[in-house]
């Protein structure tokens, strides 16, 4: 399968949250590779999004959102996990990102379950945190190409017709924007 180009994430980002649904992550580490199909995702844009990082103006954490589409946006929460995000907006939009919410293991569960210490493959990667810790991604993995072959990278797959769409998960403001979506 080919990698995703720059000119995927160069559109409207909550299209691109439904884009990449059925589309394959692959995370690197030397000659081991762990990757799953994108289950679920979440849009991120800027002044129209108050859940945004994006939101009200450009900071140390959030700058990468407002660069180069198909860059690795990797911030730290709640003091304790990491969550992977890709930069994808149009050209004249300022910011966007799409957080990859959960996959669907394929490669290398036996890892995924080490680093995870946990054996349920239903609860091996169905969050955010939950995902980068199996598959090894910390802020080390801040502003990767993700269009070019490398520790972390997006691959062509699926086209998926059946999409469900939600509010964002953990968010205060901009509930009413349903940019949550689910295969």
């Known amino acids: 399968m080919s990698i995703l180009p720059k000119e995927f994430y160069q559109r409207d980002t909550v299209i691109v949250a439904k884009d990449l649904l059925g589309k394959k992550l692959v995370r690197k580490i030397g000659n081991y590779e762990m990757s799953g199909i994108i289950i679920e995702t979440e849009a991120y844009r800027h002044k129209d999004d108050p859940a945004s990082h994006a939101f009200r103006k450009i900071t140390d954490r959030n700058k990468v959102m407002f660069g180069e589409v198909g860059i690795a946006y990797v911030y730290f929460t709640y003091g304790m996990h990491y969550c992977f ?82 509010t964002r998960v953990g968010i205060k403001n901009g509930k009413e924007m349903l940019w949550n979506f689910k295969l």
């Not at 149009?90 to 080490?114: D, H, Q, T």
């Not at 054996?119 to 070019?148: R, S």
């Open 85 to 166: 995000n890709v930069v994808a907006k149009k050209s004249k939009i300022s910011a966007g990102a799409v957080l990859i919410r959960g996959i669907n293991p394929e490669k290398g569960i036996k890892k995924m379950e080490k680093n995870r210490n946990v054996k349920n493959f239903k609860n091996l990667t169905n969050g955010p945190a939950k995902l980068t810790q199996a598959l090894e991604i910390t802020k080390e993995h801040l502003g990767i190409d993700l269009t070019k072959k490398s520790k972390i990278y997006i691959e062509d797959g699926l086209y998926i017709k059946k999409i469900k769409k939600s």
